[in-house]
T-cell receptor
Framework: QQPVQSPQAVILREGEDAVINCSSSKALYSVHWYRQKHGEAPVFLMILLKGGEQKGHDKISASFNEKKQQSSLYLTASQLSYSGTYFCGTILGNTPLVFGKGTRLSVIA | DTEVTQTPKHLVMGMTNKKSLKCEQHMGHRAMYWYKQKAKKPPELMFVYSYEKLSINESVPSRFSPECPNSSLLNLHLHALQPEDSALYLC???????????????FGDGTRLSIL
């Protein structure tokens, strides 16, 4: 089963914060986060590994709670360039990366 | 610009045609992937090559035939496709095919395929 993302979509004004959640019914060993802008390639943001770590990428950070089998992506002081669809991905069986359905983020001025 | 280059960017073909998609990377990565992405959906894995050998085939119909001539190149040969195969085909690479899924994947911009 693919990971479940929430919310499905969110609209922000510049400077506002957002949280995107990713959960799995199966044990998580790692969680990937990618952003895809319309008509472009998915771009790797970060990987969270088993151990409950938190990683940062400019004003975008993420946490990983393996007990709760979930990860959260935090976008702080959003910029117009943050707009796009955010996917989380996890390993599932022999498939190295299964993506969630995505969260569409729109940042408006 | 991405470090994974895919050609062509767009392809329109009839159901009886034979065509190929090409993917190239020069990052020294030893794992390469093909994904299919329909509009407003996430990418779905089709094939994985690890050290130039096919390691995963996600039950893809035989009208899609992958080939990895060397560590930098990945092809997807297409034959007798159906209209429902119209989609964005993405290639990706990673340093190696980690069974724990801990390697970041670098995607190309994709080939937008339309089947008439």
């Amino acid at each position: 089963q693919q990971p479940v993302q929430s919310p499905q979509a969110v609209i922000l004004r510049e400077g506002e914060d957002a949280v995107i959640n990713c959960s799995s019914s199966k044990a998580l060993y790692s969680v990937h986060w990618y952003r895809q802008k319309h008509g472009e390639a998915p771009v790797f943001l970060m990987i969270l590994l088993k151990g409950g770590e938190q990683k940062g990428h400019d004003k975008i950070s993420a946490s990983f709670n393996e007990k709760k089998q979930q990860s959260s992506l935090y976008l702080t002081a959003s910029q117009l360039s943050y707009s796009g669809t955010y996917f989380c991905g996890t390993i599932l069986g022999n498939t190295p990366l299964v993506f969630g359905k995505g969260t569409r983020l729109s940042v408006i001025a | 610009d991405t470090e994974v280059t895919q050609t062509p960017k767009h392809l329109v073909m009839g159901m009886t045609n034979k065509k190929s998609l090409k993917c190239e990377q020069h990052m020294g990565h030893r794992a390469m992937y093909w994904y299919k992405q329909k509009a407003k959906k996430p990418p779905e894995l089709m094939f994985v090559y690890s050290y130039e050998k096919l390691s995963i085939n996600e039950s893809v119909p035989s009208r899609f035939s992958p080939e990895c001539p060397n560590s930098s190149l990945l092809n997807l040969h297409l034959h007798a496709l159906q209209p429902e195969d119209s989609a964005l085909y993405l290639c990706a690479s990673s340093p190696w095919a980690d069974p724990l899924g801990n390697q970041p994947q670098h995607f190309g911009d994709g080939t937008r395929l339309s089947i008439l």
